[in-house]
């Protein structure tokens, strides 16, 4: 069984940083292309940011410059790097990954989410 779970989600003063975490759990798995999402209250949801298997990236154009998305492949995880942050970027945001496990096949997994404030 595969697993997505988001980390370091929190409460932060305009101006300030945060670093989110999604880790990709299963006994053997390859993963594919991550998505951040985030999802502001009473908006739809929308791509933050995305990074291939090879570490091509790409950025939403209101985060462009700010964020920045990482991948350690070894430890099966994606990074949110998240500095100059604005109220605008308040939301839940979600990691969204391509992953292939034996027995499963290649499929989309969603994690929870995490809670991002930012107060003015």
């Known amino acids: 069984q595969v697993h997505v779970v988001e980390s370091g989600g929190g409460l932060v003063q305009a101006g300030g940083s945060l670093r989110l975490s999604c880790a990709a759990s299963?006994?053997?798995?390859?993963?594919?292309?991550m998505d951040w999402w985030r999802e502001p209250p009473g908006k739809q949801r929308e791509l933050v940011a995305t990074?291939?298997?090879?570490?091509?990236?790409h950025y939403a154009d209101s985060v462009k410059g700010r964020f920045t998305i990482s991948r350690d492949n070894a430890k099966n995880t994606v990074y949110l790097q998240m500095n100059s942050l604005e109220p605008e970027d308040t939301a839940v945001y979600y990691c969204?990954?391509?992953?292939?496990?034996?027995?499963?096949?290649?499929?989309?997994?969603w994690g929870q989410g995490t809670q991002v404030t930012v107060s003015s």
């Open positions: 299963a006994v053997t798995l390859s993963i594919g292309t």
């Open positions: 969204l990954g391509r992953i292939f496990a034996p027995m499963i096949g290649l499929r989309e997994y």
């Open positions: 990074i291939t298997s090879s570490g091509l990236t």
